[in-house]
């Protein structure tokens, strides 16, 4: 597998599947790819929440805004250039703030199923 460099600017985001709200990804390295990772952009608008469980580890990088995230026994804030890890199994609520975020993610094992 090559080499890759990405940025912002090139992820295509749809919203996150099974939400209606401001929360899109855009994955840049997927299945599609053959590793066995996801890699890829997140976008937040303000106040915004997602509960769900998990169903692969996920950890974003915080670029830009504040994401909180509980899985009711602990609750963690981070900004820019922190990071939060969240397990497959973890039932967690993510929270934008105010100014929404901006987050990068690397998931394992891919989060989407390959296309039919």
Known sequence: MPIHKFAVTDAVFER????????????????????????????????????????????MVILEGNITVSDGRKTVTAGPGEIIAMQKGDRVTIRSHENGAVTAYVTYPHWQQPEA
């Open 16 to 59: 996150s599947p099974g939400q209606d709200g401001e929360i899109f990804a855009g994955n840049l390295l997927d299945q599609r790819d053959g590793g066995p990772v996801t890699i890829g952009f997140g976008r937040y608008g303000p106040d915004q929440i997602l509960e769900e469980t998990m169903t692969v580890h996920d950890t």
